[in-house]
Structures are given as structure tokens and as C-alpha cells.
């Protein structure tokens, strides 16, 4: 089938047991044993509760994996690879531009954890060569990178990763699986936060690793989130999956109007930064890595640092001033703010997040506060 339709019928997941089109919800926390205590196949709830697996098995497939996990969180996916495979002395590599939660627990983990942790561009080919070593143990990828959107060459950085024995692990969240599938470009493990694009309505925390294999990092992973836990309870599990059967209407959606708010706005003289625009430093690299369009997330640099930016979110009317991304709601964030001193992110910035409303609206709003 195509990604389309293994999305909007959740890989045709009927109930067997009463034709329900919608898979139930679990809620039960154990399972009852047969005569002399054998199992019927299910012990407990933490990994084992039916709901999760569906939203797993739709994901696998629309990232064209060999299995998928979910976790309470994105952040709870993200670090689980590193600290399932690392032990001390290892080296990973992650982006000088990501999501800035995990930059920041990438420092702690690893000075605790005696690993050494090198911050790169991972945009740039030749940076990323030069910082692999032979005791690299991930090359973490954010792309495009938020919130300025660089793109990074997935194939590139993983025959280089591959070449020195490292797993190449690719935060996919922003371009999702509509937009770009990272196993198939050479990528091991792909993480999402699908409380932004996955899940989609802004109503549930959850995050998802998928693996190209299941080898023994895979079963690493899939030991730690059992002994720690970090698990999604049934009623999200549902959420996501609900919100995963209309993911290529939004996620299509938003990305093409983000397309048409970068372009207009660039003509207004605006900065904008979108992989769409002949203007972005990788837009020659991203048809390479993205189809059916440049994804939902733009940023645009207003002038006059911080001050301007933040008048600037105080004169809008329709975009919603609030964190995260990827749902129906068109949101704007100064990250600047939320990062702190040492963030890259220019003080002028302001990530915008395209939901479903009419551009026309979006474009409006935009403009009027820009004036």
C-alpha cells in the first residue's frame, strides 16, 4: 500500500473481535494466566499493553523500518539511544543547531558518563569527517534543524559514520515520515517526538524511535525503556494513532502553506529561513532528502534583536505565542528567549509553526505585524 492509505487505515487495523474500524483502547494494567500459571501471551502493561502496538507497527512502515518503539516522550526516545549504547570513553556527535533540551542534556549526560560529547554542523560535510573517531559511538542528526532549518545530508553523514563503526541516529520530527524517510538514505535509528506532527492536535506527550534493524542496539533500547519504564500509556497510544491516520492531509497542508508564507514574505523583503527557498544555503541539497514538499516550520528574522521580535509577537493577532509545533494551530516562538545566552539562535528570530488556518489569515497577521 502506499504511505498514504497504511496512514489513514493504521495498516487496515480492525478489531477482530467486533469489526470495529477504530482499535480499542487497553486500559487494563495486567493480564490474566491460564491454568498452572503459563501466559497467555501478555504479562504486564508497561510494554507489553496491545494500544501502543498499533501506532508502532504504522510507524515502522511509514518509515520503512524493521520496528518501532514508543516512549512517553520525545525526550525519553532521544536519550534512550545514548544511553543504551554508550558507556565511557565512547564519542557522539550531535548538531550545533537542534533542539536545544537535548543539547543541553547531551553536556550533562556525557560529563557525568565519561563521554565525550563534540558539537558540530552537521550541514557541513567536512566538519562532521573531521570529528568522527574511532570510538564515535552515535552521529546524532537533526534535520532540517530547528529553528533555523538547516539541512543535513543524511547519506553523506552516514557512509562517514559507518566508515569508523558509529550509528547514525536522525531526529526526523519536523520533516516527518510525508517529507523524508532517513532509513532509506542510510540512517540506523530515527527518533520523532510525535507529540508535535505525529500525533498533531497539540493534546498528547509522546515520543518514537523506529530501527533499520533489530540488532543488539535495537534490543538494547527496547531492554532500557523496560527496566526504566518510559513507556506510553494506552489513552495516548490512541491519540497518537488517531492523529497519525490524518498525518499526510495536515502535515501536506501546512507544508504548502508554509511554502507560500516563505515566499510571499521574502518578497516583502523579509529574511526568511525555508529549505523551499532558492535563498537557503542547503535548498540545492533538500529535494535530495525531502518529498512532497519542504515541511511546516519557517523562521524569519525581523531586525532590531530581541526587542523588535518580541513587539513583533505582541502586534500578532492570529498566530498563537506558545512552545512546540506541528499542530492544527499556527504558533510563533521567540527561541531566543527560551534558550538562553548560549544559544545560536539570532536574537532576532522568530520560529513560526504553520497549522492548518487560511494562508490568506496567516499571511495577513504576519504582515500587519511586521509593519
Given at each position: 500500500?502506499?504511505?498514504?492509505?497504511?496512514?489513514?487505515?493504521?495498516?487496515?487495523?480492525?478489531?477482530?473481535?467486533?469489526?470495529?474500524?477504530?482499535?480499542?483502547?487497553?486500559?487494563?494494567?495486567?493480564?490474566?494466566?491460564?491454568?498452572?500459571?503459563a501466559?497467555?501471551?501478555?504479562?504486564?502493561?508497561?510494554?507489553?499493553?496491545?494500544?501502543?502496538?498499533?501506532?508502532?507497527?504504522?510507524?515502522?512502515?511509514?518509515?520503512?523500518?524493521?520496528?518501532?518503539?514508543?516512549f512517553?516522550?520525545?525526550?525519553?526516545?532521544?536519550?534512550?539511544?545514548?544511553?543504551?549504547?554508550?558507556?565511557?570513553?565512547?564519542?557522539?556527535?550531535?548538531?550545533?543547531?537542534?533542539?536545544?533540551?537535548?543539547?543541553?542534556?547531551?553536556d550533562?549526560?556525557?560529563?557525568?558518563?565519561?563521554?565525550?560529547?563534540?558539537?558540530?554542523?552537521?550541514?557541513?560535510?567536512?566538519?562532521?569527517?573531521?570529528?568522527l573517531?574511532?570510538?564515535?559511538?552515535?552521529?546524532?542528526?537533526?534535520?532540517?534543524?530547528?529553528?533555523?532549518?538547516?539541512?543535513?545530508?543524511?547519506?553523506?553523514?552516514?557512509?562517514?559514520?559507518?566508515?569508523?563503526?558509529?550509528?547514525?541516529?536522525?531526529?526526523?520530527?519536523?520533516?516527518?515520515?510525508?517529507?523524508?524517510?532517513?532509513?532509506?538514505?542510510?540512517?540506523?535509528?530515527?527518533?520523532?517526538?510525535?507529540?508535535?506532527?505525529?500525533?498533531?492536535?497539540?493534546?498528547?506527550?509522546?515520543?518514537?524511535?523506529v530501527?533499520?534493524?533489530?540488532?543488539?542496539?535495537?534490543?538494547?533500547?527496547?531492554?532500557?525503556?523496560?527496566?526504566?519504564?518510559?513507556?506510553?500509556?494506552?489513552?495516548?497510544?490512541?491519540?497518537?494513532?488517531?492523529?497519525?491516520?490524518?498525518?499526510?492531509?495536515?502535515?501536506?497542508?501546512?507544508?504548502?502553506?508554509?511554502?507560500y508564507?516563505?515566499?510571499?514574505?521574502?518578497?516583502?523583503?523579509?529574511?526568511?529561513?525555508?529549505?523551499?527557498?532558492?535563498?537557503?544555503?542547503?535548498?540545492?541539497?533538500?529535494?535530495?532528502?525531502?518529498?512532497?514538499?519542504?515541511?511546516?516550520?519557517?523562521s524569519?528574522?525581523?531586525?532590531?534583536?530581541?526587542?523588535?521580535?518580541?513587539?513583533?509577537?505582541?502586534?500578532?493577532?492570529v498566530?498563537?505565542?506558545?512552545?512546540?509545533?506541528?499542530?492544527?494551530?499556527?504558533?510563533?516562538?521567540?527561541r531566543?528567549?527560551?534558550?538562553?545566552?548560549?544559544?545560536?539562535?539570532?536574537?532576532?528570530?522568530?520560529?513560526?509553526?504553520?497549522?492548518?488556518?487560511?494562508?490568506?489569515?496567516?499571511?495577513?497577521?504576519?504582515?500587519?505585524?511586521?509593519?
Amino acid at each position: 500500500m502506499k504511505p498514504e492509505t497504511v496512514a489513514a487505515q493504521a495498516l487496515h487495523a480492525i478489531d477482530e473481535p467486533t469489526g470495529a474500524v477504530v482499535p480499542p483502547i487497553h486500559l487494563a494494567t495486567t493480564y490474566a494466566r491460564l491454568a498452572g500459571g503459563a501466559l497467555r501471551g501478555r504479562s504486564y502493561t508497561r510494554d507489553e499493553n496491545p494500544t501502543p502496538v498499533v501506532a508502532e507497527r504504522v510507524l515502522a512502515a511509514l518509515e520503512g523500518g524493521a520496528a518501532a518503539l514508543t516512549f512517553a516522550s520525545g525526550m525519553a526516545a532521544a536519550t534512550a539511544v545514548v544511553r543504551a549504547v554508550c558507556k565511557p570513553g565512547d564519542h557522539v556527535v550531535s548538531p550545533r543547531v537542534a533542539y536545544y533540551a537535548l543539547r543541553g542534556w547531551l553536556d550533562r549526560f556525557c560529563a557525568r558518563w565519561g563521554v565525550t560529547h563534540e558539537v558540530v554542523d552537521t550541514s557541513d560535510l567536512a566538519a562532521v569527517r573531521r570529528a568522527l573517531r574511532p570510538t564515535t559511538r552515535v552521529v546524532w542528526i537533526e534535520t532540517p534543524a530547528n529553528p533555523t532549518w538547516e539541512i543535513a545530508d543524511i547519506a553523506g553523514i552516514a557512509e562517514l559514520a559507518h566508515g569508523v563503526g558509529a550509528l547514525v541516529a536522525v531526529d526526523s520530527t519536523c520533516a516527518t515520515p510525508v517529507h523524508t524517510q532517513p532509513i532509506a538514505l542510510g540512517a540506523d535509528l530515527v527518533m520523532h517526538s510525535a507529540t508535535k506532527y505525529l500525533a498533531g492536535h497539540s493534546d498528547v506527550l509522546a515520543g518514537a524511535l523506529v530501527t533499520a534493524r533489530a540488532d543488539a542496539a535495537w534490543a538494547q533500547i527496547a531492554e532500557l525503556r523496560h527496566d526504566e519504564g518510559a513507556c506510553l500509556g494506552p489513552f495516548e497510544a490512541y491519540l497518537l494513532l488517531r492523529g497519525m491516520r490524518t498525518l499526510f492531509a495536515r502535515v501536506e497542508r501546512s507544508s504548502r502553506t508554509a511554502h507560500y508564507l516563505a515566499g510571499q514574505l521574502a518578497a516583502r523583503g523579509v529574511t526568511v529561513r525555508y529549505p523551499g527557498l532558492p535563498s537557503h544555503p542547503q535548498h540545492a541539497l533538500a529535494p535530495r532528502l525531502m518529498q512532497r514538499g519542504f515541511g511546516g516550520m519557517l523562521s524569519i528574522q525581523v531586525g532590531g534583536g530581541a526587542a523588535r521580535a518580541l513587539a513583533v509577537i505582541e502586534r500578532l493577532r492570529v498566530w498563537v505565542p506558545a512552545t512546540s509545533l506541528g499542530g492544527v494551530e499556527s504558533l510563533v516562538e521567540h527561541r531566543h528567549s527560551v534558550e538562553g545566552p548560549d544559544t545560536p539562535t539570532p536574537p532576532d528570530l522568530l520560529r513560526l509553526s504553520v497549522g492548518l488556518e487560511h494562508e490568506a489569515d496567516l499571511l495577513d497577521d504576519l504582515v500587519a505585524a511586521l509593519s
